[in-house]
């Protein structure tokens, strides 16, 4: 088995050690409907009511989609549009919170008999991928062939600087993360194997312990490298199994979970209580007191860094996520969101954008590619706008996880050549396809 390529990056975990701090609820949350990968969540409620904890405000809007639930008692103040990250218009709903975290009536546990009651008991909890992506759990574990599936990844590995949510989960919330992996274990003829890296003691310890009580469960320890935990990464090092282009990981017998999503699972079973909160690490060199926060979804950015001290005169930019893979915020206004892992807040000397230089052909940035791709050649199509090009090179296979741009010694924009060079692509391919589309029903009519 080859070795996967990647980077040894500063770990910079100092918030690993510390215990999750809960938020003070804050005066008003805006919680988008769109927080998950798919049809965004349909608003079910109107300016004027009155919401409760964990009453349902968004319902789902289509198969790939997700629930949304009030993460505070309140009234709700409007029900607009607003720019989301990408700068597209999202619908949300915003709450004038009363302080009182009054429970909805309606929550209780899930009555469990079979998988499909299984199924929608993830679904009803608002479950999505918590480390990042999004994805819509109840989708992932709809499982059409079940002999298809042969193991389920818990993914602890948490790899990227500074983030410790996960850590924080795998230690203060063991038992849920342990009743999360009995639920797949009872609705899955399964092995599991919680993957983590080997620079985490502390959830090692503790995922062997539930590993040593239960069969077929393991715990896999994992070298130190980002990115460990990117989904294909942590198929192919767990497994040896290579996720084809254009495929999922249920096509080589596998599905991968975040953990802090199994706890979330574990925790709506047990009580009834859906997605409200979320752990965030809150770091950067903008911030006096780095914690792990508990945070009511829709929370504005703003009351996190101000609770751990953030120096506003000397922030410069602020990242949903690490430094790797985060995204820039427009503004401290935006909100908390299901799978915000970490608010990363920087001063000028870390923000500042690194001055490039033309490529000297060095091929570092293909060399620590872990998917093996030609990463200069996309740059190069990219500016050429050559999507034909791009395709050929198969930039869609690319995870986006930068490894290229950071060990670039011509410090070159390589991630952001990607990503537009993907949406080139998608455009050029989308042209192609009216045309054929065009001559066919030409034809068909002559």
Known sequence: MRKIRGIHAPHMKGTAGLTAEILPVPLEVRIPMSMHIGAPAKPVVSTG??????????????????????????VV????????????????VTITADGEQSLYEGIAPPTLNNHDEFLDAVRNSGAVGLGGAGFPTAVKLTVKDSVKLDCIIINGAECEPYITSDTRTMIDDVELVRDGILQLKKYFDAKI????????????????????????????????????????????????????????????????LNCTTVAAIARYIN??????????????????????????????????????????????????????????????????LK????????SAKDAQPPVESACIRCGRCAKNCPMRL?????????????????????????????????????????????????????????????AQASVAEKEASE
């Open 49 to 74: 009511d009155k919401i409760k904890v964990g009453q349902l405000i968004g319902e789902p809007a289509g198969f790939v989609s997700a629930p949304i639930h009030s993460s505070v008692s309140g």
């Open 77 to 92: 103040k409007s029900v607009n549009e607003y720019d989301d990250i990408t700068g597209q218009k999202a619908v949300s």
């Open 193 to 256: 194997i919680i993957g983590i890296e080997n620079n985490k003691p502390d959830p090692i310890k503790n995922m062997r312990k539930i590993a040593d009580s239960e069969t077929g469960v393991e715990v896999r320890t994992l070298p130190t490298m980002y990115p460990q935990g990117g989904e294909k990464v942590l198929i192919y090092n767990v497994m040896g199994r290579i996720v084809p282009e254009g495929g999922l990981p249920l096509d080589v017998g596998v599905i991968v």
């Open 271 to 336: 009580t009834g209580v859906p997605i409200v909160s979320k752990c965030v690490t809150v770091d950067g060199s903008a911030v006096n007191s780095p914690k792990n926060v508990i945070a009511p979804i829709g929370t504005p950015v703003g009351e996190l860094l101000d609770y751990c001290g953030c120096r506003r005169e000397d922030l410069k930019k602020v990242l949903y996520g690490g430094p790797m893979m985060g995204t820039a915020l427009p503004s401290l206004d935006m909100p908390v």
């Open 339 to 346: 799978n915000t892992n970490a608010i990363l807040a920087l």
């Open 374 to 434: 030609a990463t200069l050649e996309f740059e190069r199509a990219f500016l050429l706008k050559k999507p034909e090009t791009l395709g050929h090179y198969k930039v869609n296979l690319c995870m986006e996880c930068g490894c290229c741009a950071y060990n670039c010694p011509a410090r070159r924009p390589l991630l952001q050549s990607i990503k537009l060079g993907k949406i080139m692509l998608r455009e050029y391919q989308t042209a192609i396809t009216a």
